[in-house]
């Protein structure tokens, strides 16, 4: 598995996502993609990475066709291969094939984006108000804890990526690290905030996929 991914990885020559509208697969991707999957299921990283270089610009194109922001496209990509071990515990091989199912989960995603992004109504920002008011101070410290738990690398791609607004091929140019190394850092951090924000009681609300 690990050597897959490095041969790909290797031969990607990314420099950020890219809208793909097909797949491009090896002849032997079926067997391959349906192990991936199940070890991504338990977490294991080689497996994660490999099908996140399969997979992620048809992903990061089916995702921007609905949300029509290519930033907020790259962070719905992100969270949804940060999810995916998860997800895939709704996955079941032969069922259906794996893209057409990882393009559903997508399609939840940006869905779920578009709607986060309304507006809340006037009457229940007034009525909400003071409540969130007194808990903005523990939620940022709350952040502000999970954050300093990060490793340095992953702390540091959050930052730019989430504070500084930096686009990944820029935190890669910075750090001296390959886009696709920034995307997995950031894939980490993200899951490693939110087992520590979910500790401490403050974590973020998702839809299951």
């Known amino acids: 598995m690990r050597r897959a991914a490095d041969r790909l990885e290797a031969t990607a020559a990314r420099t950020g996502y890219r809208r793909r509208r097909h797949l491009d697969l090896p002849q032997d991707a079926e067997a391959l993609v349906a192990a991936a999957a199940e070890r991504a299921r338990d977490g294991e990283d080689d497996a994660l990475r490999l099908l996140y270089l399969l997979y992620a610009d048809n992903v990061f194109g089916y995702v921007l066709a609905i949300v029509r922001d290519e930033h907020d496209a ?31 989960v997508a399609r939840n995603a940006a869905l779920d984006h578009l709607r986060a992004q ?92």
């Open 74 to 104: 790259e962070d719905v990509t992100s969270e949804i291969f940060t999810r995916l071990p998860r997800a895939l515990t709704h996955y079941r091989a032969g069922a259906t094939p794996f893209a057409a199912w990882l393009l559903r």
């Open 118 to 209: 309304r507006s809340v109504p006037l009457a229940e920002v007034h009525a909400t108000g003071a409540v969130a008011e007194s808990q903005a101070g523990e939620r940022l410290e709350a952040l502000k804890d999970a954050l300093a738990a990060l490793p340095e690398d992953q702390r540091h791609v959050m930052l730019l990526r989430l504070v500084a607004g930096h686009s990944p091929a820029e935190v890669a140019e910075q750090l001296g690290r390959s886009v696709d190394a920034v995307h997995a850092l950031q894939h980490r951090a993200r899951r490693r905030l939110r087992e520590e924000l979910t500790e401490s009681g403050w974590a973020p609300t998702s839809a299951a996929a």
